[in-house]
C-alpha cells in the first residue's frame, strides 16, 4: 500500500504538471484558432497596401497602415521608456542602496502605477494633450504608451539589478570604481540580458495595447509621416474590423492579429537570442 | 636549540620595537558602529603597522568583518549603519563625509570572502581598475595585466586563454583573479576578508603563499576566524570577542601567553 507520502508526491506531480500542460495546450489552441482564420484572408496586397475605399465593407486595400504606426509607436515608446528606465533602475539600486525603505516607496507607487488599467493612461494622456494644444497624433501616442510602459520597464530591470550580488558593489567601490562606472560599467554589464528582455517586454506591451492609443494616436487609414500626424495601430484595426458585420472584414481582423503575433513571436526570439549572446561574461 | 629560539623571540621583539617608532599606515581611534540599536563596534582603538600582516581573530558575529569593511567606508552601503569616531589612513580621514571616497578606496584593495570577478573577461578584470584610472595605451596594459596576474601565479594558467569569462575560472583562480585585480590599481593597504573560507585547502595555500610575498610591498589586513591560519601569518594579531578588542599585539606573546580568559578558551577550541 503506497504511503501517505507517495500519494502526496503522486497528486503533486500529476497536479503540477496538468495545469502546467493545459494551459500551454490552451494558448496553442488560441493561436491555432487565429491562424485557421486568419491565414486565409492574408494577402500580399493585405501587408503592403493601405485600405482603400470600401477597404471596410470587404473590398481591396491592406492594413500596412497599422503596421508600420504600430511599429512606429512601439519603437519610439520603447526606446523613450528605455531612457527614463534605466537610470532609474540604476539609481533605486546603486544610489539609494543604502535607503531600504525609499526604495520600498519606490517600488511600491512603481506597481501601482504597473496596475493602472491602460484605458486610465489613455484618458490621462488625453487630458495633457488638450491642455497643452497637442492634437490627437504618432507624437501624443508614444508619450502616452511611454508611461505606459516605463513602470513595466524599470521594475523588471530592478529585479535583475538587485538580484546582483552586493559583493559586486563592493568589489567595484574598492577599485576605487565610481557609482557612475559601477552603475554603467559593471552592473550594466552584469544585468544587460535582463536589461534587453525588459526592453523587450515593454516593446511587447507597447505594441499590443489598444486603450492607451485610442485617443492618443486615433486611427487613419494613411501610413503617418511625421510625429504630428495620427498613426494608426494594430490591436485598433483588429478592434475595428471585429465590429463589423462583414465576414470578410470579420476575416482580416484575425489576419491583422497573425501580423501581430508573428511580431510579438519574433520579438520574444530576438529578445532570447540577444540575452544569449550577452551573458557569456555574466558572474553567476 | 633553546637559544636559538630565544634569539629568535627577541629579534621579533626588537623588531617590534623598530615598528612601533615607525607611524602607523591606519589607526583607528574610538571607533564605534551601531546598526539599528545594536552596538557592533565597541570603542575600537587600533594602530596597524606598515608592510605587516595584520590579523583580526574572532569567532564569526565578533565584528571582524564590520571593522574590515569600516576601513574603506563600504559600511555606507548599508542601511541603519552609524559610526562614531576617526579612522584615519596616514594622517587623512576616512570618515568624513565629502572626502573623495572613490581615491580613498582605492588605496585600500578588497578581497572578499567568496570572489566576485567583474562580468568581463579574464584581462579585462586586471585591466579595469587602470582603464578607469584612465589608462588607455594597450600595450602599457596588457604589460600590467601581465605583471600581476604573474605577481599572483595565475599568467600560466590563464595565458592562452585571457579573453575568456572570468566566471569560467575555477573558484580558487577567480580569487587570485581578484587579487590581481586589486594590486593593479596600486593600493597600499590589502583588506582581506576570510579570503579562504570559500577555497580548497590547496587554493588556500595559495592565498596565504602570496599574502607571505605581498607583506614585502604592501601592508595587509586579514580577517579570519581560523587560529591556524592566524599563527601562520600573522605580524601582528587583534582578537576580538563581540565587538571589542580584547587583546592585541606580536602574535607570538598573544598566542603563547594570553592575558584572558576569553582568548585561552578561543586558543584551546581552535
Not at chain 1, 133 to 145: D, F, H, Y
Not at chain 2, 105 to 126: C, D, T, W
Request: charged content about 20%; hydrophobic content about 45%.
Amino acid at each position: 500500500m503506497a504511503s501517505k507520502k507517495q500519494i502526496e508526491e503522486v497528486f503533486f506531480k500529476w497536479l503540477s504538471a496538468s495545469f502546467t500542460y493545459g494551459l500551454v495546450a490552451l494558448l496553442l489552441f488560441i493561436i491555432y484558432e487565429i491562424f485557421l482564420k486568419g491565414i486565409p484572408a492574408l494577402s500580399w496586397q493585405m501587408l503592403t497596401d493601405v485600405p482603400q475605399g470600401g477597404f471596410y465593407f470587404g473590398k481591396e486595400g491592406g492594413i500596412l497602415n497599422a503596421i508600420v504606426g504600430s511599429f512606429y509607436l512601439a519603437v519610439g515608446a520603447s526606446s523613450l521608456a528605455f531612457c527614463i528606465s534605466l537610470p532609474m533602475a540604476l539609481f533605486l539600486n546603486i544610489v539609494l542602496v543604502k535607503y531600504k525603505s525609499v526604495q520600498n516607496t519606490f517600488r511600491f507607487i512603481l506597481d501601482l502605477l504597473w496596475g493602472i488599467p491602460p484605458i486610465v493612461y489613455g484618458a490621462f494622456g488625453f487630458a495633457i494633450m488638450i491642455s497643452i494644444g497637442l492634437q490627437t497624433s504618432l507624437l501624443a501616442g508614444i508619450i502616452t504608451v511611454t508611461f505606459l510602459i516605463s513602470p513595466i520597464m524599470i521594475r523588471s530591470m530592478d529585479e535583475v539589478i538587485r538580484n546582483i550580488p552586493p559583493g559586486l558593489l563592493e568589489a567595484g567601490y574598492s577599485l576605487g570604481a565610481t557609482r557612475f562606472e559601477v552603475s554603467f560599467k559593471i552592473f550594466f554589464k552584469q544585468a544587460l540580458p535582463g536589461i534587453v528582455t525588459a526592453f523587450l517586454l515593454g516593446f511587447g506591451k507597447g505594441i499590443g495595447d489598444t486603450a492607451s492609443v485610442l485617443f492618443t494616436a486615433g486611427f487613419t487609414d494613411y501610413v503617418p509621416e511625421s510625429l504630428m500626424e495620427p498613426a494608426a495601430t494594430l490591436p485598433l484595426a483588429i478592434f475595428f474590423q471585429l465590429s463589423s458585420p462583414i465576414p470578410e472584414v470579420k476575416a482580416r481582423a484575425y489576419a491583422a492579429a497573425v501580423v501581430l503575433i508573428v511580431i510579438i513571436l519574433f520579438v520574444s526570439i530576438l529578445s532570447r537570442v540577444i540575452a544569449h549572446r550577452f551573458s557569456k561574461n555574466i558572474i553567476k | 636549540m633553546t637559544n636559538t629560539k630565544n634569539t629568535l623571540v627577541s629579534s621579533e621583539l626588537i623588531n617590534d620595537l623598530i615598528q612601533e617608532e615607525k607611524p602607523p599606515v591606519i589607526e583607528v581611534k574610538g571607533l564605534n558602529v551601531y546598526h539599528a540599536k545594536n552596538h557592533i563596534l565597541k570603542n575600537i582603538h587600533l594602530k596597524i603597522p606598515e608592510k605587516q600582516i595584520t590579523v583580526f581573530l574572532g569567532p564569526s558575529g565578533c565584528g571582524k568583518t564590520t571593522l574590515l569593511k569600516s576601513l574603506n567606508r563600504l559600511t555606507d552601503l548599508h542601511s541603519k549603519m552609524q559610526i562614531e569616531g576617526s579612522i584615519s589612513l596616514r594622517g587623512q580621514e576616512i570618515l568624513t563625509k565629502g572626502n573623495d571616497i572613490a581615491s580613498l578606496r582605492r588605496k585600500m584593495g578588497l578581497l572578499s570572502q567568496r570572489p566576485f570577478p567583474l562580468p568581463m573577461s579574464i584581462a579585462e578584470n586586471v585591466a579595469f581598475g587602470l582603464r578607469i584610472q584612465g589608462v588607455k595605451n594597450k600595450t602599457e596594459i596588457a604589460h600590467k595585466v601581465e605583471f600581476h596576474l604573474k605577481q599572483v601565479a595565475l599568467w600560466g594558467e590563464v595565458k592562452d586563454r585571457l579573453r575568456t569569462p572570468a566566471s569560467s575560472l575555477s573558484i580558487g583562480q577567480q580569487q587570485r583573479l581578484c587579487l590581481a585585480r586589486g594590486l593593479a590599481v596600486n593600493p597600499e593597504v590589502i583588506l582581506a576578508d576570510e579570503p579562504t573560507s570559500a577555497l580548497d585547502p590547496i587554493s588556500s595555500r595559495k592565498i596565504e603563499e602570496q599574502f607571505l610575498e605581498l607583506k614585502k610591498d604592501y601592508t595587509i589586513i586579514l580577517v579570519t576566524h581560523i587560529f591556524r591560519q592566524a599563527k601562520r601569518l600573522a605580524d601582528n594579531a587583534v582578537f576580538m570577542y563581540f565587538g571589542e578588542v580584547i587583546e592585541q599585539g606580536n602574535p607570538v606573546a598573544l598566542f603563547q601567553n594570553p592575558q584572558t580568559d576569553i582568548l585561552k578558551d578561543y586558543l584551546n577550541v581552535g
